[in-house]
């Protein structure tokens, strides 16, 4: 890694109320096949427990060791973010979609999984903005109590402004105090957009900006990156915040292996942010951006898993899913399908 950058649980916003805030609830109940009530048969609707900070704190004291860490599932159902970067509508129904898709998969987890439900965020339009940022402290808060009780935790987005949420939340907890945290986004876009208010094209320069802030270098790499859909100006910009960066034309599991070994070697911890467009349109057609190329599944699934084997996972999330333009459900079955690989 280039840099310092060591986090100090000091980030650029606190705010109060944490996980004792009340939530909304997920729209989508968590259902499924049901073939017996017996562990053999367990599915995720039937494993999936509602969160409650008592809950946690047990089951967090019982487990024994990082695989069986519990996990903690938040939903930001918003898509204020996008609409602001002007993309297509509809990824505040990302959550539901995900939990939707997860609820009939087979359950051979090792770890108790509780969904705390969702911070929403109202979308606006242009003269009446939703507030979007009021909606990422919210959302950062309910995730640093989560982590701060001992949890892996992941993000159900949302738009790709769920990425400063996650920060803020990151930022929040006194899990990353001290720690050198890396952030690795699997993206076809760099996301380092400049503009006046937040949207889901700028998270991780407001990211870099609030690291500089405090006298630190964001540890920032992206895998998947598409050259036609990142201008001139974002690679420079890229450059200048000495971004570590893949191609999609040259990601493969070899090339991707040595690119996430490298950045997780000078890490403690790394907070992973996936957005579905990193992957083929045909495997994700459910985004706002679909990607012409993309990073094969099997590559973004084989990443995923020597993450999820490193122990340094702090907190994930899986952003852009936007199931008004999906086929037969199929990007959020992929999303799904990440989810529990990262956390199997
Ligand atoms: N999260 C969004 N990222 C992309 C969207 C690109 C597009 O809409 O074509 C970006 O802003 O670069
Ligand atoms: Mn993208
Ligand atoms: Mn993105």
């Known amino acids: 890694m280039k840099g310092g950058g060591h986090w100090r649980g000091s980030g650029p916003m606190r705010c109060a109320g944490r996980m004792s805030e009340p939530l909304d609830i997920p729209r989508v109940p968590w259902s499924g096949r049901n073939d017996g009530d017996s562990a053999e048969h367990r599915r995720w ?8 900070p008592e809950a946690l704190s047990a089951a967090v004291a019982a487990h024994d060791g990082e695989r069986s860490r519990p996990a903690v599932l938040l939903g930001f159902r918003s898509e204020e973010g996008v609409r602001r970067n002007k993309g297509r509508l509809g990824a505040a129904e990302g959550p539901g979609a995900i939990r939707a898709a997860l609820g009939p998969l087979a359950f051979h987890l090792d770890r108790e ?5 969702d911070v929403a965020v109202a979308t606006g339009r242009d003269e ?5 940022e009021g ?3 919210r959302f950062g808060s309910a995730l640093a109590a989560a982590l701060d009780a001992g949890a ?3 993000g159900l987005g949302g738009g790709h402004e769920t990425a400063y949420a996650s920060y803020l939340g990151l930022t929040e907890s006194e899990r990353t105090g001290g720690a050198r945290v890396g952030v690795l986004n699997l993206d076809a876009h760099f996301d380092l957009r400049s503009e006046d208010r937040a949207t889901s094209g700028t998270p991780f320069l407001q990211m870099a900006r609030a690291e500089a802030a405090e006298g630190r270098e964001l540890q920032y790499a992206v895998l998947g990156i598409s050259t036609p859909n990142n201008t001139r100006a974002l690679f420079e910009r890229a450059d200048e915040l000495r971004v570590r960066y893949l191609l999609d034309e040259y990601t493969t599991w070899e090339t991707a292996e040595s690119f996430v070994e490298d950045f997780l070697a000078d890490l403690d911890a790394l907070y992973l942010t996936i957005d579905l ?6 495997v994700a057609p459910g985004v706002s951006a679909p990607a012409a190329v993309g990073v094969p599944l099997e590559v973004i699934i084989a990443v995923v898993r ?4 490193s122990g340094k996972l702090l907190h994930a999330d899986i952003a852009e899913l936007n199931p008004a333009f999906d ?9 799904a399908r990440l989810v529990d690989t990262l956390l199997g």
């Open 135 to 137: 909606g990422q402290e």
């Open 152 to 154: 892996l935790t992941v």
């Open 306 to 309: 020597r993450i999820a084997a």
């Open 128 to 132: 009446v903005p939703g507030d979007l």
């Open 327 to 335: 086929v037969d459900g199929r990007t959020a079955r992929v999303a």
């Open 113 to 117: 999984v509780f969904d705390a439900g």
């Open 277 to 282: 467009d990193v992957l083929p349109a045909p």
């Open 45 to 52: 609707w039937q494993a999936v427990r509602p969160y409650s």
